[in-house]
């Protein structure tokens, strides 16, 4: 929709910033075929990061007004005809589409574009009727518990917190190679991870990251041997074939985003948000405070102008 949409994916591209990632409903790539291969030419580095709460009407009439199924299968149709990189974004609301978790990752491990799913609980902020804090609240491990249940690819050790920001974000990392899944997060232990995971939630690019990895699967003391100490992945996995080289296409991701809000709010954990709205006066908000403080018409909003506006008095 933004008429400078592609300007302003060349002034992101021709700076140092590594990974690309556009929120989007989905819409446009499901109906504009030349807009889709356009964007297709920024490649590598760039991410689709889709809208993709349900796959039943009601749900989807709930949380976006209209039922969107079709729309998001075409969507995702040209992604993997493409090969964009995209991550399926879901909005969990409690009692709605929170049983439909483990049919979504199932989903997502079939389509040759998706390297991840995030789930996100409801941020009671913004468009929200019917919510009750005191029995709706969908908290982070409610759903690293649905996970489990509904999912056969991930263990308990597997979904770890986000050392950047432990309280609100957790995450699952595998390998997808030949159409096996290989959780990759619980094959470390936990200091281990500590040390060697950045504040990011990108971590396939993470160098320590991809040499303890392969130190991890390489048992081999000489060249000869590596190949087949690779393929045997710790000697505990049938042997399949190993991409010559480790690449984006051969991970998948599990992240679990549980931003604040007024019910739940923690100055503490705030303060190690990693996840930031970029202000245009230069200051980077926390996303977690930006729609109770900053964004205008906000309760919040307006008592931070008050407070401005009397401190300039006094």
């Given amino acids: 929709m933004h008429p400078d949409f592609f300007a302003v994916l060349d002034l992101v591209k021709a700076r140092p910033i590594k990974h690309l990632m556009i929120n989007t409903n989905g819409l446009k790539i499901a109906q504009d075929l030349a807009f889709c291969d356009r964007l297709s030419q920024y490649k590598p580095g760039?991410?689709?990061?889709?809208?993709?709460?349900?796959?039943?009407?009601?749900?989807?009439?709930?949380?976006?007004?209209?039922?969107?199924?079709?729309?998001?299968?075409?969507?995702?149709?040209?992604?993997?005809?493409?090969?964009?990189?995209?991550?399926?974004?879901?909005?969990?609301?409690?009692?709605?589409?929170?049983?439909?978790?483990?049919?979504?990752?199932?989903?997502?491990?079939?389509?040759?574009?998706?390297?991840?799913?995030?789930?996100?609980?409801?941020?009671?902020?913004?468009?929200?009727?019917?919510?009750?804090?005191?029995?709706?609240?969908?908290?982070?491990?409610?759903?690293?518990?649905?996970?489990?249940?509904?999912?056969?690819?991930?263990?308990p050790q597997d979904i770890l917190p986000v050392p950047c920001h432990p309280d609100s974000l957790a995450m699952a990392?595998?390998?997808?190679?030949?159409?096996?899944?290989?959780?990759?997060?619980?094959?470390?232990?936990?200091?281990?991870?500590?040390?060697?995971?950045?504040?990011?939630?990108?971590?396939?690019?993470?160098p320590a990251l991809r040499q303890q990895i392969f130190d991890l699967f390489s048992t081999s003391h000489s060249p000869a041997s590596a190949p087949t100490s690779l393929k045997q992945l710790l000697c505990c996995l049938p042997l399949i074939p190993v991409p010559d080289s480790f690449t984006y296409e051969n991970i998948f991701r599990i992240m679990i985003v549980q931003f604040m809000d007024a019910y739940n709010f923690d100055v503490r954990s705030v303060k190690r948000s990693c996840i930031h709205i970029a202000h245009p006066d230069g200051r980077l908000i926390p996303f977690d405070t930006y729609n109770l403080f900053y964004r205008s018409g906000s309760i919040g909003h307006e008592m931070i102008t008050k407070l401005h506006q009397n401190s300039e008095l006094q």
């Avoid at 390998?175 to 995971?197: N, R, Y």
Wanted: proline share 3%; aromatic share 8%.
């Fill in 173 to 206: 990392y595998a390998l997808k190679l030949q159409g096996q899944v290989i959780p990759l997060t619980g094959l470390f232990d936990t200091p281990t991870f500590v040390d060697m995971v950045p504040n990011s939630v990108l971590y396939e690019q993470h």
């Fill in 46 to 155: 760039i991410e689709i990061y889709l809208q993709f709460d349900s796959f039943e009407e009601t749900a989807l009439r709930e949380l976006r007004g209209s039922d969107l199924r079709k729309v998001r299968q075409q969507a995702i149709d040209r992604l993997n005809e493409m090969n964009l990189s995209t991550t399926l974004v879901v909005t969990l609301k409690k009692g709605l589409n929170d049983h439909e978790i483990g049919k979504i990752i199932d989903f997502a491990l079939d389509q040759r574009c998706v390297r991840g799913v995030t789930f996100q609980p409801i941020q009671a902020a913004g468009r929200l009727e019917g919510f009750n804090p005191k029995c709706d609240r969908y908290t982070l491990t409610e759903v690293r518990r649905a996970i489990l249940e509904q999912s056969s690819h991930f263990q």
